[in-house]
């Protein structure tokens, strides 16, 4: 079972580059990096997933070292709208029939930006 | 416009009644799932279905039954057997369970129901 560990909350301020550590020391061989993204009463939405070395979608940067026993996400020159719940997920692999791999969402790192 | 609706968006209910949530998705995918959210919490899985008239518990099934006989819906019902209801439910509907490749496929998520029992 690939278990993350990310802090709790963060806070940053507009035009900050935002980096949210995740470590995953047990991920399996195979395994991706998943980030999402969550507003308050809303559900989650995908943000960015990786393997390995660096991964940059229009929203983050998503960077995995060598080891791949954690991940960065990295969000450039935030805004107040960038203030969520930010997941980061590794799958936990084919325990139940049928082979599915589900995603656990632990609670996740709350993200403050300030004026 | 493809997505996932939720519906209602707030519920109340008395204790000791059912009620059901609706799910529906224009995706054309084939797994949907129901998570529960507590406040301040991350997401359980409740139940969820990889295809159609196929369906698996998740970590918290005890309380809630569902259904699905048709590919677009995913209904949850809260029974009066779930001992704390009160919560925020998401739906999620993904292309299939389980990987595309090696990477997991992207779930996409419902507004959610905030269901409160009085």
């Known amino acids: 079972l690939a278990k993350t560990t990310q802090p709790i909350s963060m806070d940053s301020y507009e035009g900050q580059e935002v980096n949210i550590t995740c470590s995953h020391n047990n991920i399996a061989t195979n395994d991706y990096i998943t980030w999402y993204q969550q507003f308050p009463s809303q559900g989650p939405r995908f943000i960015i997933q990786?393997?390995?070395t660096k991964v940059t979608n229009e929203v983050a940067s998503l960077f995995i070292p060598a080891d791949r026993k954690s991940s960065t996400l990295s969000l450039p020159r935030v805004s107040l709208s960038d203030t969520a719940v930010y997941y980061c997920?590794?799958?936990?692999?084919?325990?139940?029939?049928?082979?599915?791999?589900?995603?656990?969402f632990g609670a996740g790192t709350r993200l403050a930006v300030h004026p | 416009d493809g997505g996932i609706t939720q519906s209602p968006k707030y519920l109340f209910r008395k204790e000791g009644q059912n009620v059901t949530l609706s799910c529906e998705q224009n995706?054309?995918?084939?797994?949907m799932y129901w998570y529960r959210q507590d406040p301040g919490q991350g997401l359980r899985l409740i139940y969820y279905?990889?295809?159609?008239?196929?369906?698996q518990k998740g970590d918290i099934a005890e309380g809630y039954s569902v259904s699905r006989e048709k590919k677009e819906s995913f209904p949850l019902t809260v029974t009066s057997a779930q001992k704390n209801p009160t919560a925020f439910y998401l739906c999620a509907s993904s292309i299939e369970a389980g990987l595309a490749g090696v990477s997991i496929n992207e779930q996409f998520f419902g507004p959610g129901t905030r269901l409160t029992v009085l």
């Open positions: 279905s990889q295809i159609v008239n196929d369906f």
């Open positions: 997920l590794a799958p936990e692999r084919g325990s139940i029939s049928g082979g599915y791999n589900k995603l656990i």
């Open positions: 995706l054309n995918h084939d797994a």
């Open positions: 990786g393997y390995k």
